[in-house]
């Protein structure tokens, strides 16, 4: 039996948790750290922004953890008190496991996970995959979440097969089989919008440490999102290959009318790693979710 269900290897699963460190030494601000148990097993999170602000919890993207997202959150760490969440099954900082994804166990870990940290209705921010476990987490408990934001998605649209298969899923074979950095650029040539050094040499490694998991997320339906009665803002990227931004804002608009869309234009899945991108990007969510009391963010 393999020790890890998500990673290749025990050095492997060491490698990826010295890069969490990494990531949490580059966060503009101190974050503590904080583990609570659920049904699901046990859940790492870090907790970051001033003490007295309305909360936020944030779901980070595939392969990826609570340092990685909190790292991107700009001026959103100032002005609100930050839980972000390592994701079961794609985090090396909690439970080492698979959770079903068309049923409602992603919802009902975040909703406990949530609980656990003290926090009882918050505004939710989630990233690519975490987009989708955002998605699960609203519609289980709808009561508990005042803002639903959500960037490029994971979920809601698949991508063209050929184009995905060839500027993302074809390299990604060939790196994992035969390694180098050459075929590693050519990877976040698909996914990055901008370069940046640390995030390539990390996906390098995490996409050779993790081990893969072929499951797709089940696309949204009118049922699934029903319960979703809050405020929503999500953000597609014009050049995402994985979820292209167009037709997802055109999806979300079908089945959520009242949600607000906007277009990263020139994004590929990965937006910019760049201040100026961070710094406009928390000005307009801070901008979406408001004051923490008002009578528009609340859902019912």
């Known amino acids: 039996m393999p020790s890890s269900i998500v990673f290749t290897s025990d050095e492997a699963k060491a490698a990826i948790r010295a890069w969490f460190d990494r990531f949490r030494a580059r966060l503009p601000v101190p974050a503590d ?4 148990d659920t049904s699901f097993g046990r859940t790492h999170a870090l907790i970051a922004g001033p003490g007295d602000a309305a909360p936020l919890v944030l779901l980070h993207g595939a392969l990826a953890s609570s340092a990685h997202a909190l790292a991107e959150l700009g001026p959103l ?13 794609q985090s090396v900082m909690s439970e080492d496991r698979r959770l079903d994804l068309d049923g409602d166990e992603y919802g009902r870990w975040a909703a406990e996970a949530v609980t656990a940290l003290g926090v009882d209705r918050y505004d939710l921010y989630g990233v690519s995959w975490g987009g989708f476990v955002a998605r699960k987490a609203v519609s289980f408990a709808p009561q508990r979440v005042r803002h639903l934001a959500l960037m490029v ?3 809601w649209v698949a991508g063209h097969a050929w184009a995905g ?9 060939c790196y994992r089989a035969f390694p ?11 996914l990055f919008t901008t370069p940046d050094p640390m995030w390539t040499a990390y996906f390098g490694d995490a996409l050779r440490s993790y081990r893969v998991d072929i499951r797709l997320p089940p696309l949204a339906t009118a049922e699934d999102v029903a319960p979703i009665a809050c405020p929503t803002l999500v ?15 055109a999806r979300v608009k079908a089945l959520l009318p009242q949600a607000e869309t906007e277009l990263i234009e020139g994004s590929k899945h990965c937006p910019p790693f760049t201040d ?3 710094d406009r990007i928390g000005a307009r969510l801070e901008q979406f979710f408001g004051s923490a009391t008002s009578s528009r963010s609340t859902c019912s």
Request: aromatic share 10%.
């Open 77 to 89: 760490l100032r002005t609100r008190r930050v839980y972000a969440l390592d994701i079961i099954g």
């Open 235 to 249: 953000f597609g990227a014009e050049e995402d290959r994985s979820f292209p931004g167009r037709p997802l804002m």
């Open 276 to 278: 100026g991108f961070r």
């Open 153 to 155: 998605p994971a979920g």
């Open 33 to 36: 750290e904080a583990v609570v």
């Open 165 to 173: 298969f060839r500027d993302v899923g074809w390299p990604i074979l």
């Open 180 to 190: 180098s950095e050459a075929r590693l650029q050519r990877v976040t040539a698909g």
